[in-house]
């Protein structure tokens, strides 16, 4: 059953506090990505895992860090975490190789900062 | 700039009528086009995806067209239904560093 997971999936923090959202995947996949998504902003690329260890910046990777020490897990953190970073976060992975369009999403982080 | 842009944000359709969602971009380097559909508080799922090396792909009542020179893709949802009301992301994407931009989206409502 292919699938991407996400932990945790409703999280409230307070500014200042370090933030930690895990993704998972059953697919092999070597790709894996961290998107936002705001209303009126559409879904913004934060951070492209290539492979293990292999991270690259996407279009807004300002205060966040990426972690990827196995292919299966992608973590994202948020260290010190912000008003504006109150957001839903998506996680989604894809064969890279072959067709990339086709992403699968985990269901959704709904992170609030206060 | 938008790089993928939906200018309309909303579409209403009645059932049994088509829907036409469309997308334009500014990058000639995109090669992936791709449409996703989106569920109030759920993901996204992908719905079809086509390459530049086609202009047209069918998939049951869904239809991509793709214009190249015109940096233009469009969705075509023959017979809409009221389940197919949702918003739909366009997406598109190309070159070696496997990254897809997305549009903002088009919610499609579709009335019984």
């Known amino acids: 059953d292919m699938k991407v997971t996400q932990m945790p999936r409703y999280l409230i923090k307070r500014m200042g506090e370090n933030v930690l959202l895990e993704c998972g995947q059953d697919?092999?996949?070597?790709?894996m990505y961290w998107y936002r998504q705001d209303p009126g902003l559409g879904l913004q690329l934060i951070y492209i895992?290539?492979?293990?260890?292999?991270?690259s910046e996407g279009d807004i990777p300002k205060g966040y860090r990426v972690s990827r020490k196995k292919r299966e897990h992608f973590s994202l953190i948020l260290d010190s975490a912000k008003t504006n970073q109150t957001s839903v976060y998506f996680c989604?992975?894809?064969?890279?190789?072959?067709?990339?369009?086709?992403?699968?999403f985990g269901p959704g982080t709904r992170l609030t900062v206060l | 700039g938008q790089q993928v842009k939906q200018s309309s944000p909303s579409l209403t359709v009645q059932e049994g009528g088509i829907s036409i969602l469309n997308c334009d971009y500014e990058?000639?380097?995109?090669?992936?086009f791709a449409w996703y559909k989106k569920y109030p508080d759920n993901s996204p799922t992908l719905l079809i995806s086509?390459?530049?090396?086609?202009d047209k792909r069918e998939d049951g009542r869904l239809t991509v067209f793709l214009n190249k020179s015109g940096k233009h893709f469009s969705l075509h949802i023959t017979a809409s239904q009221p389940e197919d009301t949702a918003v739909y992301l366009c997406?598109?994407?190309?070159?070696?560093?496997?990254?897809?931009?997305f549009g903002k989206g088009t919610l499609l409502t579709v009335t019984p």
């Open positions: 989604a992975s894809s064969s890279g190789t072959g067709n990339y369009a086709e992403q699968f």
């Open positions: 697919m092999s996949h070597e790709t």
């Open positions: 895992s290539y492979d293990v260890d292999s991270n």
């Open positions: 990058n000639d380097m995109f090669d992936y």
């Open positions: 086509v390459r530049s090396n086609v």
């Open positions: 997406a598109a994407g190309g070159g070696s560093n496997y990254k897809l931009t």
